[in-house]
């Protein structure tokens, strides 16, 4: 289901990030970002449209909760890729959303990514 799809990387730690663009990359998707900070992605939003995202809960300005709720918006999208449990409760943005714990596999990813992407081709828009 990958192909051509592409992947909005919300992460602000650069080893990590790094490391999900190199994954993403060799499993077929296309990778745009990574973006360090909301305010980076929201520009980015203005002009582009993911079919999927991936979102750290922390980022250097702030939670991704703006990136969040305008996906939520758009109807894209999106897994939680964090290590910061508290956020889960935190953001409200984020309810029902996939949850992969940091540190994970490419594997695990993968999962999460399959899963959205199947589950948002059967939800009508």
């Given at each position: 289901?990958?192909?051509?799809?592409?992947?909005?990387?919300?992460?602000?730690?650069?080893?990590?990030?790094?490391?999900?663009?190199?994954?993403?990359?060799?499993a077929?998707?296309?990778?745009?970002?990574?973006?360090?900070?909301?305010?980076?992605?929201?520009?980015?939003?203005?002009?582009?449209?993911?079919?999927?995202?991936?979102?750290?809960?922390?980022?250097?300005?702030?939670?991704?909760?703006?990136?969040?709720?305008?996906?939520?918006?758009?109807?894209?999208?999106?897994?939680?890729?964090?290590?910061?449990?508290?956020?889960?409760?935190e953001?409200?943005?984020?309810?029902?959303?996939?949850w992969?714990?940091?540190?994970?596999?490419?594997?695990?990813?993968?999962?999460a990514?399959?899963?959205?992407?199947?589950?948002?081709?059967?939800?009508?828009?």
């Open positions: 289901m990958s192909g051509s799809s592409l992947v909005l990387v919300l992460e602000d730690e650069a080893l990590i990030a790094m490391a999900l663009e190199d994954y993403l990359e060799d077929g998707y296309a990778v745009a970002g990574s973006f360090a900070t909301c305010d980076s992605a929201l520009r980015w939003l203005e002009h582009a449209t993911p079919d999927v995202a991936i979102l750290d809960t922390t980022l250097r300005d702030g939670t991704c909760a703006k990136v969040a709720a305008e996906l939520n918006r758009r109807g894209i999208p999106f897994i939680v890729h964090s290590g910061n449990r508290e956020s889960r409760n953001i409200c943005e984020l309810a029902g959303a996939i992969v714990e940091k540190p994970s596999s490419a594997r695990v990813i993968a999962a990514l399959h899963a959205v992407l199947r589950s948002s081709a059967l939800t009508p828009v």
